[in-house]
């Protein structure tokens, strides 16, 4: 069954300094990745997302992830971290070959990305 | 910029009372799908429409709780009683037909507090 995992629950980083939000996967094919942030009492906003070709996808506000096929990774990345980007990241997978239930779009637990001045 | 539309914001009904959840997809998505997120944790599929047929509803509490889609566009959840371990955050989310290389766009979701 595929699966995701954020391992951090909390990232504390400080302004301008780079940040990285883990995350690794577990499907039997080749996945679709996606990465999600949520700001309080509001709901999922898309960042990126990785479907096939180069493994380093950029998305909104400056993000990028890399995908790590050996290692089963999707970390979301950003070179200069902004107060602003103190949010709740979900990372998601998706198996797309046929035959699954329902291609469901899994997610991970969540991890608090806390930017300190 | 298109949106999911969600309704209501937030709602606090008690317990063994009945309550109920819109949502309208963004025009044109024929997938729809509710998730329940509970407080520190990630959301979770409750039932995915396809058009106005069901498609996974296999983590829905049927027991309590109950969604439609009768046109193939808006959707409805219910839940009938209500249990304190229902509050929750309940998110609409819709994507293109068939397109699974495509993102999921969510409503801004409902607050759910049973007292």
């Known amino acids: 069954a595929q699966s995701v995992a954020q391992p951090e629950d909390q990232v504390n980083v400080a302004e301008g300094n780079p940040l990285t939000v883990k995350c690794t996967y577990s499907?039997?094919?080749?996945?679709?990745l996606f990465w999600y942030v949520q700001y309080p009492n509001r709901g999922l906003q898309f960042l990126l997302k990785y479907i096939t070709g180069d493994n380093l996808v950029k998305g909104s506000y400056g993000f990028e992830a890399e995908f790590n096929k050996s290692q089963t990774s999707f970390h979301l990345k950003k070179p200069s971290a902004l107060v602003s980007d103190s949010a709740l990241y979900f990372c998601a997978v998706r198996d797309p070959r046929w035959g699954g239930a329902t291609n469901k779009l899994i997610f991970g637990t969540g991890t608090l990305l806390a930017v300190q001045p | 910029e298109a949106e999911v539309a969600q309704s209501p914001r937030y709602k606090i009904t008690e317990k063994s009372q009945a309550v109920a959840f819109w949502c309208d997809p963004i025009s044109g998505h024929a997938t729809l799908y509710w998730y329940r997120q509970i407080l520190g944790q990630g959301p979770e599929l409750l039932v995915q429409f396809q058009d106005e047929s069901v498609v996974d509803d296999s983590q829905l509490p049927k027991d309590r709780f109950s969604a439609e889609r009768l046109k193939g566009v808006d959707s409805t959840l219910k839940i009938q009683p209500a249990e304190l371990g229902d509050s929750a955050m309940y998110l609409c989310?819709?994507?293109?037909?068939?397109?699974?290389?495509?993102?999921?766009?969510f409503g801004q979701g409902t607050r759910l507090t049973v007292v």
């Open positions: 499907v039997s094919g080749n996945p679709y």
């Open positions: 989310a819709s994507t293109s037909e068939g397109r699974l290389n495509t993102e999921a766009f």
